[in-house]
């Protein structure tokens, strides 16, 4: 069975940084690209970023550019999402969800991690 | 950037209603177009990838159309189940979601 479980969420002040993990299990973790979605409490989904299977390639929305990392370790079978410079905007429920391959869309996701930023 | 629009912004309507959700996207996405539907207080699931393939699992009542910049979702027979939220996704460049549709009961 696919399992995606995201940790490492919390509250935080303004200007703080946060790791956010997904552990992946019952898939070849390194065989996927792999993508965090946030979304603000009550709104819609935001992507964030994506990687590719080996961890080579990276994207990210504009708005998180050049403050969020994005990395994996496929030994552990594990994403990560570094978040710093944190914003009140910033706050949101983040999934991280495992790209189906191809064309397909995201066909598994986490049950998702708080972050919440708050003075 | 590639911007998504959906409508309507919700609907209300009845168990055994046929349904329709519309996406338009700011510039053609060719069939690079998910639909993900989202229970309270859950993880979206996936239901259409490439506009109009049904994913493994989702009933055979959802079904996808659409190319070019403009999409539909129908859901041909509303079940109580049905009455959550939808939203679209391109992934042409980088990715973009829809601002959703909510679907409730009237």
């Known amino acids: 069975e696919v399992q995606l479980v995201e940790s490492g969420g919390g509250l935080v002040q303004p200007g703080g940084s946060l790791r956010l993990s997904c552990a992946a299990s019952g898939f070849t973790f390194s065989s996927y690209w792999m993508h965090w979605v946030r979304q603000a409490p009550g709104k819609g989904l935001v992507w964030v970023s994506r990687i590719n299977s080996d961890g080579s390639s990276t994207s990210y929305a504009d708005s998180v550019k050049g403050r969020f990392t994005i990395s994996r370790d496929n030994a552990k079978n594990t994403l990560y999402l570094q978040v710093n410079s944190l914003r009140a905007e910033d706050t949101a429920v983040y999934y991280c969800?495992?790209?189906?391959?191809?064309?397909?869309?995201?066909?598994?996701w986490g049950q998702g991690t708080l972050v919440t930023v708050s003075s | 950037d590639i911007q998504m629009t959906q409508s309507p912004s919700s609907l209300s309507a009845s168990v055994g209603d046929r349904v329709t959700i519309t996406c338009r996207a700011s510039q053609s996405i060719s069939t690079y177009l998910n639909w993900y539907q989202q229970k309270p207080g859950k993880a979206p699931k996936l239901l259409i990838y490439?506009?109009?393939s049904l994913q493994s699992g989702v009933p055979s009542r959802f079904s996808g159309s659409g190319s070019g910049t403009d999409f539909t979702l129908t859901i041909s027979s509303l079940q109580p189940e049905d009455f959550v939220i939808y939203y679209c996704?391109?992934?042409?460049?980088?990715?973009?979601f829809g601002p959703g549709t909510k679907v409730d009961i009237k």
């Open positions: 996704q391109q992934t042409y460049s980088t990715f973009t």
């Open positions: 969800a495992r790209e189906g391959g191809g064309v397909r869309g995201c066909d598994y």
């Open positions: 490439a506009a109009s």
